[in-house]
């Protein structure tokens, strides 16, 4: 990976003391696939009610914890909120699950220690799901609520210092809502910070997602193809490469600082490479860092990467 260090100033290769135990993870979550529902095509109606009532990547249901509270913000968009005791900024978070999985109740757990460690509250946006509703209707909500704290953070939450970001889709949603505030409104500087895990940036699909195969991992190249079906029904591979879908081609002239993060093993390697070294050119600060040997996803499972992971993403939230 020494070609990748040269891509970006600052970008960290990391935990490579914790390779084998991540290794280990990925060949017993492969070995346990043929129990999962197939994700390589159009779902069903039943398989797409089992995924949305799971925890992202598990076969449970996520815990509801008493601490968030469920809201509706302007434009009609559903949002949960927590608030700790003392407040230092807010974090609005977009859920990943391929723009069609996740919601804003499915990492209570996660969401509310960020909150007490960071002292932020928490914003999660409940965004609509594809394939009801296709693109544009998730990157509208998410941008709906980035609108809603510009305008009523201070009055809500006691603080004007805003941050954003997410995991997968709510990666690609953060740089979207970010590029739409920008473009659609003038508004730059109100987010102070982003981060963006594991994101897909090219949704006409970057070399390493054509490449990465059929690995039965959490996301391969299949699933990355039928997930950009449901998401933009329709489109054509040209089309996709709108700035407005994927945002590696547009201008990030005036974006904020950022922190991007990516596993070796994942089909979306690439995305988070060529994004950082895009930020980067365009005078913005940007950390990336590269975890050894960990999958798509790595932070929904509990490893030893996924604890380090998860201080570092509070350690930068806090002090953006």
Known sequence: MSWAAATVDGMTITDEDCLPETLAFNAQFEAAAASRPARGQAPSAATLALLRRNRLGGD??????????????????????????HVDGVYLHLHGGGWVFGSADGQDERLWRLAEQARLAVVSVDYRLAPEHPFPAGPDDCEAAARWLVKHAAAEFGTERLLIGGESAGAHLSVVTLLRLRDRHGISGAFRA??????????????????????????????????YELFTPGMREEQRRDPEVSPLFADLAGLPSARIVVGTEDPLLDDSLFLAARWQAADAPVQLGVVAGAMHGFTLFPLAVTERELRRERD????A
């Open 60 to 85: 449970m249901p996520p815990v509801r914890l008493p601490h968030g509270q469920d809201r509706v913000v302007e434009g009609g968009v559903k949002v949960r909120v927590f608030v700790p005791d």
């Open 316 to 319: 930068f939230l806090a002090s």
């Open 194 to 227: 982003a981060h963006l895990l594991f994101g897909p940036y090219d949704l006409s699909m970057t070399p390493s997602q054509r490449r990465f195969g059929p690995r039965q991992l959490l996301s391969n190249t299949d699933t990355l193809r039928a997930g």
